[in-house]
Every structure is written in C-alpha cells, then in structure tokens.
C-alpha cells in the first residue's frame, strides 16, 4: 500500500517560514525523484520543485531562491522549506513521487496540506 502524507501546512503571516513533510511508505524512496506541485483557486497545478534520487534539485520561477526542497532518503520523507512567503504562495500543496522509467510504474500524490498566506 503506497502512501504519501503531506503535513506542515497552516497559517502564516507575509514575510514568514513554513516548512512542509512528506512521509512517504510502500515505495522505494531512496530511487524514486520526488517532488512538490501546488493548486491555487482558479489555478492549474504548478510546479514548485523537484529532486531527483542524487539529489539534484529544480525550482518553478515563482519560488526560487526562497523555497529548498531536500529528501532524507533514511527517512523516507521529502521537505519543501519555504521562506519568505506571500500571499500568492497560498494553495494547496501536493507531494508527488515520480513514476519511473517502464511500463508498470505509476506516479502517487499524497492528499494535499493547505498552506495559506495572510495578514
């Protein structure tokens, strides 16, 4: 059974920090590229970042140099570090584990943490 469970969400004043987990179960984590998607109302999902299993890293626009994304491949988990927030970073945010190559692997999203952005 493949489980993804986001947590850390809450809410937070412009200017702050919030740091979001994904604990993740039933999976391979330490070959598996990992990554943080978000979904504003009215909005497409959007990508915030990705880590591959070596741990290289890839950010959307919106968010670079204020949110890291970084595994614990002893832990199983995945965290997204976000700084410097602002309203516009509210939105739901979704933890993915990325399908792998051939034809049997599936990609898996957790259920969603609220992050939300307000004075």
């Known amino acids: 059974q493949v489980q993804l469970v986001e947590s850390g969400g809450g809410l937070v004043q412009p200017g702050g920090s919030l740091r979001l987990s994904c604990a993740t179960s039933?999976?391979?984590?330490?070959?598996?590229?990992m990554g943080w998607f978000r979904q504003a109302p009215g909005k497409q999902l959007e990508l915030v970042a990705t880590?591959?299993?070596?741990?290289?890293?890839n950010y959307g626009d919106s968010v670079k140099g204020r949110f890291t994304i970084s595994r614990d491949n002893a832990k199983n988990t995945v965290y997204l570090q976000m700084n410097s927030l602002k309203p516009e970073d509210t939105a739901i945010y979704y933890c993915n584990a990325r399908r792998l190559p051939g034809l049997g692997s599936y990609d898996y999203w957790g259920q969603g943490t609220q992050v939300t952005v307000s004075s």
């Open positions: 039933g999976i391979i984590f330490s070959i598996r590229p």
């Open positions: 880590i591959t299993n070596s741990g290289s890293t």
